[in-house]
């Protein structure tokens, strides 16, 4: 992920984080331990949006099925034009839905939007451009062979591939294969991801707080994310920081589910048990070191035939991780590659000091001028900010700081919650 901007990045700066694996091949480190769903199910269209086509889908009819007017106006026979000024005798009425009878030359027929052409015509003249003189019209303006027509088979002509396997449904897709006739779609079953909060410090909604105690809003966020993702979320609920009981429960849901999320301890300090939970539940993995902001830290592996991921523990590292490195795994499981979040460039109307070294991600919110204004360092702990925010701007890598001017990405939420 890149942004058009300027680099003002230190070279020493640059030195500092080398050793930092860069996102995209974060991405494909975390794609190679989940194994590619199998299993697949035939749904009505009507419940196909945000599944996985499991098959290539073919069109089994021509779009338009027949050649048809795409305005309210006149269907004639243009041949090799009509001048303006032409008179024109109004034989007959066609709605759509109706078929018309054979038009000869120096006649027309009333049609509308959608309405097949009769037999003979080539042309639409709009109902704006004629005068309309009892049962004659009168052009106002020339008219040629094709105007206004949209021709059988010019948008899919049938037999043409639609979809391959691996394409995710959404509004437009099922439009499209309702438009076919297509009343069912083979899909893959739909992953299942298994969310677990880790640490001391968490208290549940309801439960007293101690004098260094925080709710837990990890896991609520992470299961409603992926929810949103149209994948299936089951709660793992909470395990203190212990590594034989964070890998227990992690065993436990590995046989049930395609994917293993935790949050929290994916770090490399003496209270970050991810990597170490991993190896006592018989699990393979390894802790990413990413130039990434929030987000640094993260553990990828497998446990059998479930992927796992450990994401960091503050709100908004663990938001961004899942959004990427979610988005990577989850492809993975679906049998697609990860696709690229390309963002919108827009310009900055903030001023964003910062280190380079890292892509980061920042809460932004459109300004009335069209451009975005970048929230302040909001922090990796901090939900204000990302509440108050229409998306996140993606700052580059080697960028030292943003101007008022300045590109960058803005990866609105309203989309961008779908891995």
């Known amino acids: 992920m890149t942004i058009t901007i300027a680099s003002r990045a230190p070279e020493q700066d640059m030195g500092r984080q080398k050793a930092l694996l860069p996102v995209p091949d974060a991405c494909r480190r975390a794609a190679s331990y989940a194994t590619p769903l199998r299993a697949a199910e035939t ?20 779009m338009p099925p027949f050649s048809q007017s795409a305005m309210d106006g006149y269907a004639l026979a243009a041949g090799d034009g009509i001048h303006s000024g032409a008179r024109l005798e109004v034989v007959e009425r066609i709605a759509a839905g109706s078929v018309g009878k054979r038009l000869g030359q120096g006649k027309a027929s009333r049609l509308f939007t959608g309405a097949p052409l009769p037999e003979g015509a080539d042309a639409v003249i709009m109902q704006e451009h004629v005068e309309r003189e009892g049962s004659a019209i009168i052009l106002r303006r020339p ?42 779609v083979g899909v893959l079953v739909r992953a299942r991801v298994a969310v677990i909060s880790t640490g001391d410090e968490l208290r549940q909604a309801g439960a007293g707080l101690g004098a260094a105690a925080i709710y837990d809003s990890n896991r609520p966020m992470l299961l409603a994310l992926i929810a949103q993702a ?18 227990a429960r992690m065993r ?31 699990g393979r993995g390894e802790t990413l070191k990413i130039a990434l902001k929030p987000g640094k830290p993260a553990v990828v592996g497998a446990i059998g035939a479930a992927a796992y991921l450990g994401l960091p523990g503050n709100p908004v590292s663990s938001l961004v ?66 509440v108050q925010a229409d998306g996140l701007a993606e700052i580059a890598t080697d960028n030292a700081g943003v101007l008022p001017g300045d590109t960058v990405l803005f990866h609105p939420f309203r989309d961008g919650f779908v891995v």
Request: aromatic fraction near 4%.
């Open 321 to 386: 991780s899942w959004l990427i490195l979610g988005h990577a795994m989850v492809s993975a499981l679906e049998g697609r590659a990860p696709r690229q979040r390309l963002g919108c460039p827009m310009t900055s109307r903030s001023h964003f000091d910062r280190r380079p070294g890292r892509a980061e991600f920042a809460p932004a919110r459109l300004s009335e001028d069209g451009g975005v204004e970048i929230l302040g360092r909001g922090g990796s702990a901090r939900l204000r900010p990302l």
């Open 43 to 62: 749904v009505s269209v009507f419940e196909a949006l945000g599944r996985t086509l499991a098959a290539p889908v073919a069109a089994e009819l021509a």
């Open 230 to 247: 149209g994948l299936i979320a089951i709660d793992g609920g909470w395990v203190p920081d212990d590594a034989e009981r964070l890998a």
């Open 143 to 184: 008219i040629r062979a094709g105007d206004n027509v949209r021709y059988r088979g010019e948008d899919i002509e049938p037999f043409e591939p639609l979809f391959g396997t691996g394409e995710r449904l959404d509004a437009r897709h099922i439009a499209l294969l309702a438009a076919q006739g297509i009343a069912r």
């Open 252 to 282: 436990e849901l590995a046989g049930r589910v395609d994917l293993v999320l935790t949050s929290g301890g994916a770090s490399a300090g003496e209270e970050d048990h991810a990597l170490s939970a991993l190896d006592r539940a018989g």
